[in-house]
């Protein structure tokens, strides 16, 4: 079963609009992580965040999590066409190291 | 660097033939995993390899099997295919809890 679900699962916007997805989940993590997949390509990891973080930060992109909600958030701001893509989310609780993807969000950034 | 290679990139079978899906990574992890891909489904973990030597179910692991062939490479096997697993195949692998990097995918159908 997922453990990770994304939400919405289309979006479409504008070149410079800022684009949100949301992940929710269900269990305790050590730590969530984004990847964006290309059209007939493979996940390419985008940030991970530990569960003792809030907030973190690379370039365009801005992922926040609540481990009371168990959710989590990711804003790419200044969109490009270049970010159209599909967007998952994963969680990772450890253990045995299987980490757990979402259904992902599909962006499309019409420029 | 490669990364993760994956092959075939794309495979016809008839149902009942069968196939092995080869993977290697050349980045020295210790854990591979293979995942099928379905359109409203995610990505499902079908079996993985903490480390070199041991395999263990993943959540979708019927009708499948896979080998640990050395720490490069993890392959997977149908051994009598059904139209139920035309889908897209990925490899990945990581190692501890880091980050997944994944192959582009083998694209299969099953008629």
């Known amino acids: 079963s997922q453990q990770g679900e994304e939400d919405p699962q289309a979006l479409s916007i504008q070149e410079g609009e800022n684009a949100t997805m949301n992940c929710s989940y269900k269990t305790s993590i050590n730590n969530l992580q984004w990847y964006r997949q290309n059209s007939g390509r493979g996940l390419v990891h985008l940030i991970l965040i530990r569960s003792n973080e809030r907030e973190k930060h690379s370039g365009r992109l801005r992922v926040t999590l609540d481990t009371s909600k168990k959710s989590s958030s990711l804003l790419i701001t200044a969109s490009r066409a270049a970010d159209t893509a599909s967007y998952f989310c994963?969680?990772?609780?450890?253990?045995?190291?299987?980490?757990?993807f979402g259904i992902g969000t599909k962006l499309q950034v019409i420029p | 660097n490669a990364g993760v290679t994956q092959t075939p990139k794309f495979q016809v079978l008839k149902t009942g033939q069968s196939m092995t899906l080869q993977c290697a990574q050349d980045?020295?992890?210790?854990?591979m995993y293979w995942y099928r891909q379905d359109p409203g489904m995610g990505l499902r973990l079908i079996y993985y390899?903490?480390?070199?030597?041991?395999?263990d179910k993943g959540e979708v692991p019927n009708g499948y099997n896979v080998s640990r062939l050395n720490k490069r490479e993890f392959s997977l096997r149908l051994e009598s295919a059904a139209p139920s697993q035309t889908s897209v195949y990925f490899c990945?692998?990581?190692?501890?809890?880091?980050?997944?990097?994944f192959g582009d995918g083998t694209r299969l159908s099953i008629l």
């Open positions: 980045m020295n992890h210790n854990s």
């Open positions: 990945a692998s990581r190692d501890g809890n880091q980050p997944q990097h």
């Open positions: 390899s903490a480390s070199e030597g041991t395999t």
């Open positions: 994963a969680t990772d609780a450890g253990g045995y190291q299987k980490v757990t």
